[in-house]
């Protein structure tokens, strides 16, 4: 007889790189195939080079990629590897992935494209952007898209994929239905976004399927110490503290018009409704907003706006210009530090960390520089030292102006509580174990060990 088994290879105790079997007979899904984020003890400190032709079985070795049968090429498995290649597999596999961070999707490429790869039409819409400006994920295959609310099956398991929030463009969770019961996976979401409602309508289409099991991301749990155990009660309200999404660009509107000389901010650009909130600040502000090349293709994109300029550095105006960015040019107008310089406080300037030197060029007498939500995030990331480094060389005054795309330990706790699983998962969490269901009961789960669901139960096997 067939029973549902759900597997755990990564993503228990980090912040992502959650990566889960569920298995039903010959069907199997597995979702989301993300990479660690883990700056401190990454392996590829940029001087290990990548190789690119062995990239699967680099990144098996280094235990970046789990394991797991039936998913990878032939040709890319070590010689006498134990593992079955996608191509003898005998059950019928694919891969969800909820959204477009690294630790969700960053693995992605490396799947046999014989296995189909599922992520919303909007995921979608934006990784063909991502690709198109040289960010892609390692290697090349094609991507199949699922529409909000509408089910899809894989072999006898239906997937339902049901809108979120979360600081990139096209999150979802994932409702999954076998003939044992139904699991609901979060991917990762938060209630301070510039769509709240769309946590309210996510809570009330899951409690309307109906459910046996959350599988829930719990990034923001911190220790006792930091976090006592009286704050983590359930609340929606929010925090007086809190910056939201939508509180952004007025703040930064703010600080830009108390600012004499120029204003460089530094995004992460998966982001959407931060590109929507920088252009709006420059609106606020009365300055002209300009965009790396490679975020102004995602607004023009995503969001339909022109209202901006692109900064063309000497850099760029030396090399040899991709195709996207001739077209790009032809349909904005770029401007050249040289021009800005002229009048620094009518301006906005993108600045991403790769591109500190740029700061170089640029008069940054009197300015600010508004960190909001760029890499690097913070001091555990080796190459924040680095940019309060240029920073510093340069006197430009760093603000910090952004908000996180997770939800915070009470509002996680209000979605658990309003989803009231028999069973909660947390994981994607340093502190998994402090996220505690209202009714039904927590399983932390370990590798290793296969769950058995039946009956609206999870057990060990
Ligand atoms: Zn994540
Ligand atoms: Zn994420």
Redesign the pocket.
């Known amino acids: 007889m067939n029973h549902t088994t759900l597997t755990f290879h990564g993503g228990l105790r980090t912040i992502?790189g959650t990566i889960i079997s569920l298995q039903y007979g010959d069907s199997r899904i597995i979702f989301d195939f993300g990479l660690v984020y883990s700056p401190q003890n990454h392996i590829f400190d940029g001087q290990i080079k990548l190789r690119k032709s062995s990239v699967v079985r680099d990144y098996l070795k280094l235990g970046l990629i789990p394991s797991i049968d039936g998913v990878y090429s032939k040709e890319d498995l070590p010689d006498h590897s134990t593992l079955i290649s996608a191509d003898t597999y005998p059950g019928n596999t694919a891969i969800l992935i909820s959204?477009l961070?690294l630790?969700?999707m960053g693995a992605m490429g490396m799947i046999d494209p014989s296995v189909p790869v599922y992520m919303t039409e909007d995921s979608l819409s934006l990784y063909q952007t991502l690709d198109e400006i040289g960010e892609g994920v390692q290697r090349n295959r094609s991507y199949q898209s699922c529409k909000y609310n509408q089910p899809f099956t894989v072999g006898e398991i239906s997937i339902t994929p049901i809108q979120v929030d979360?600081?990139?463009l096209g999150?979802c969770a994932f409702h999954i239905q076998t003939p044992d019961g139904a699991i609901l996976y979060t991917?990762?979401l938060r209630m301070h976004g510039a769509h709240p409602e769309r946590i309210q309508s996510f809570i009330q289409k899951a409690n309307e399927i109906g459910f046996d099991a959350v599988i829930m991301e719990g990034t923001t749990l911190s220790s006792e110490e930091e976090l006592a155990e009286e704050t983590l009660v359930s609340n929606k309200a929010l925090p007086e503290d809190l910056v939201t999404e939508t509180m952004i660009p007025s703040k930064m509107a703010e600080v830009l018009k108390a600012t004499n000389g120029i204003g460089i901010f530094n995004i992460y650009h998966r982001n959407i409704d931060r590109i929507r909130g920088i252009l709006q600040a420059g609106v606020e502000s009365g300055r002209k907003v300009v965009l790396e090349a490679e975020t102004a293709q995602i607004a023009l994109n995503h969001l339909g706006a022109q209202n901006f300029l692109v900064f063309q550095s000497e850099e760029i105006r030396q090399a040899p210009v991709p195709k996207w960015q001739t077209r790009l040019f032809n349909k904005v107008s770029t401007i050249s530090y040289k021009q800005i310089n002229q009048h620094p406080d009518q301006y906005f300037v993108q600045n991403s960390y790769d591109r500190s030197l740029e700061l170089f060029d640029l008069n940054v007498e009197n300015g600010i520089y508004l960190h909001s939500n760029g890499v690097p995030l913070g001091s555990f990331d080796p190459a924040f030292q680095n940019l309060e480094r240029v920073l510093q060389l340069i006197g430009l005054e760093r603000v910090l102006i952004g908000t996180g795309?997770?939800a915070i330990p009470q509002h996680l706790k209000y979605i658990v509580d309003e989803l009231d699983p028999a069973t909660l998962i947390p994981l994607h969490s340093f502190y998994p174990e402090r996220l505690k269901p209202k009714n039904g009961v927590q399983l932390l789960p370990q590798y290793g060990k296969t769950y058995l669901l039946s009956e609206g139960k999870i057990t060990e096997q």
């Open positions: 992502g959204h961070h630790d969700h979360h600081d990139v999150a991917g990762d795309g997770h």
